[in-house]
């Protein structure tokens, strides 16, 4: 089945990149999605990445895929205090039909001034 | 748009209650699912729908019925509430199960004592 895994806590100071790593072990093809939770909030889309792409860029965000380890990153350049929140990875794989997302546990991160 | 939404914010319950927590889009979305997110857990599947008159079991549909009259609408009754349903719900959407780029509703805490 399905499991998709992230370590808990991420701790970086403002300006500096954060790096939060995600990995996956459904072997079909598969969306692979970063969603952001902010306290006391729902999760919010910030990108996603099809597993037969290395790379995806967003502004200050980059999406690093890994298909051989099943790894998958998150950069977030400038890190600023408001990107202090809970980031998901989560995968939705061809073999359910696209239809479910399975989510990791979240990595929280803490951006200090 | 209001996107997706959800009632109410906040319940308490007593064992053995019932309840029915309310999901709506306005976005003609045809896929619509329940999450709960538990502390260490991430999100966990609950149900989901593919549109009207379609739903399926996720993960973890044990004491949760739910039922998809109109495209807008996707409540979520809990029969008889248990302890161990206490968690934040969320409710997320998406224009169709493929690329499952889904939109989150703010969430309803319940906890049930």
């Known amino acids: 089945g399905e499991d998709v895994e992230q370590s808990l806590f991420l701790s970086v100071r403002e300006g500096d990149s954060s790096v939060i790593n995600c990995t996956y072990t459904d072997s079909s093809s598969t969306y692979l999605y970063w969603y952001k939770q902010e306290p006391g909030a729902g999760l919010q889309l910030l990108t996603y990445i099809f597993s037969n792409m290395d790379m995806k860029q967003d502004q200050r965000l980059t999406v690093l895929l890994n298909k051989k380890d099943k790894h998958l990153s998150l950069r977030i350049a400038d890190t600023q205090t408001g990107d202090s929140a809970i980031y998901f990875c989560a995968e939705s794989p061809m073999n359910t039909g696209f239809q479910k997302l399975v989510f990791g546990t979240g990595t929280r991160l803490l951006v200090s001034p | 748009n209001a996107g997706v939404t959800q009632t109410p914010k906040f319940q308490v319950l007593k064992t053995g209650q019932s309840m029915t927590l309310q999901c709506a889009q306005d976005m003609n979305h045809e896929y619509m699912s329940w999450y709960r997110q538990d502390p260490g857990m991430g999100l966990r599947l609950i149900h989901y729908?593919?549109?009207?008159?379609?739903?399926d079991q996720g993960e973890v549909p044990n004491g949760y019925n739910v039922s998809r009259s109109t495209t807008e609408d996707f409540p979520l009754r809990l029969l008889s509430a248990a302890p161990s349903q206490t968690s934040v719900y969320f409710c997320a959407s998406s224009y169709s199960s493929g690329n499952n780029e889904q939109y989150f509703g703010p969430g309803t805490r319940l906890t049930v004592t």
């Open positions: 729908s593919v549109g009207a008159g379609i739903t």
